[in-house]
């Protein structure tokens, strides 16, 4: 049961409910490995696209006069989205989940930090781990918004080797 909680806190910090959904889909019926969905839900399933777990296969209707329409949109596991939900199937331990997302993304990813605190959580880091995160140049920049206004963006590379301890774990609220 430890396990499977480990677990669930990954997934549950990175993905939204509906790809939770999903993946919980691919879980639960190991013999599928497609899954249709109503045209559309591209945004709403970026992460596990993004993650490269999921690709997508939207399915178009011509219609009289031109044009076309959304139909269910075949969803289909990647050889590495089958790998994933294959180790969440089995409660494999979150080490080996880290193991499998450090061999996928073998040079880092780049992460945000998405707190409150960002020069406490800069410091734990560096202290921890001996990375300075307000050295990259994406820590602290300023991004306009949509509505005029703007806010600050506290993303930075986090190497591989330590993406189990900053980006997997639950100590700190983390995005990408």
């Known amino acids: 049961m430890r396990q499977y909680k480990a677990n669930l806190s990954v997934v549950s910090s990175r993905y939204s409910d509906l790809e939770r959904r999903v993946i919980e889909f691919f879980v639960d019926n190991p013999q599928r490995d497609t899954i249709f969905l109503p045209g559309g839900l591209q945004l709403l399933l970026g992460y596990l696209v993004k993650d490269g777990l999921l690709e997508i296969k939207p399915k178009l209707f011509p219609v009289i006069g031109g044009g076309s329409i959304f139909t269910n949109d075949e969803y289909q596991l990647t050889d590495a989205g089958q790998e994933f939900v294959g180790h969440l199937r089995v409660n494999e331990p979150l080490a080996d989940v880290i193991a499998w997302a450090e061999n996928y993304w073998p040079n880092g990813r780049h992460i945000y930090y998405e707190g409150s605190e960002p020069e406490a959580f800069a410091a734990t880091?560096?202290?921890?781990?001996?990375?300075?995160?307000?050295?990259?140049?994406?820590?602290?920049?300023?991004?306009d918004d949509s509505e005029g206004g703007s806010f600050v963006s506290y993303g930075f590379d986090c190497p591989a080797g330590l993406l189990g301890d900053i980006y997997y774990s639950d100590r700190w609220p983390i995005g990408s």
């Open 125 to 143: 880091i560096k202290d921890e781990f001996g990375l300075d995160v307000t050295s990259d140049r994406a820590w602290g920049q300023i991004i």
